[in-house]
């Protein structure tokens, strides 16, 4: 019964009705949700480009399994124990150029906090391990990513 409200509420394209689900999207937010990458973003394509055409091999979405915590880096150059993350000015907070959305503050809210701690456990965890954390905002030129890791790969 609730599922066949849910249905009929979803073909109407109510975006929240109280007591059948707690978000009930329309198919253009699917879409749209559906389409956000979690990998081979457009700034990661760019940077790894950048990286291999000068010559550095690494490996990409590599899990490391430090303990509890598993991290996942965009770039990962395990020799040297180097991590890159290229991060979402959105997803991230950035201090420029990230703005809190307007819509639906209740969830993204807590979700963007969850996100910004994630990073700072995960640089803990990385640092405490012996590995050097490079996080590179997507907004950067791609020069100075390229500069920011090769700087990481040469420090001894």
Known sequence: MVDDIASDLRKRGDEHVSGVSSYVTTPGR???MAAIRRTDT????????????????????????LGPVKPR???????????????????????????PPS???GYWG???ARNVERDRRYDATLTTHGWQVVRIWEH?????AVAAVEDALTVD
Not at 49 to 61: C, E, I, V
Not at 74 to 98: L, Y
């Open 30 to 32: 699917s879409r749209n």
């Open 42 to 65: 457009k700034p990661e394509i760019a940077l790894r480009s950048a990286l291999h055409r000068r010559g550095l091999r690494f490996r990409k979405d590599l899990r490391l399994n």
């Open 73 to 99: 880096p965009d770039i990962v150059f395990t020799r040297a124990k180097v991590a890159v993350f290229v991060d979402g000015c959105f997803w991230h907070c950035c201090p420029e150029h990230g703005k």
């Open 103 to 105: 819509q639906n503050t």
């Open 110 to 112: 807590p979700k963007l």
């Open 140 to 144: 950067v030129p791609l020069a100075e």
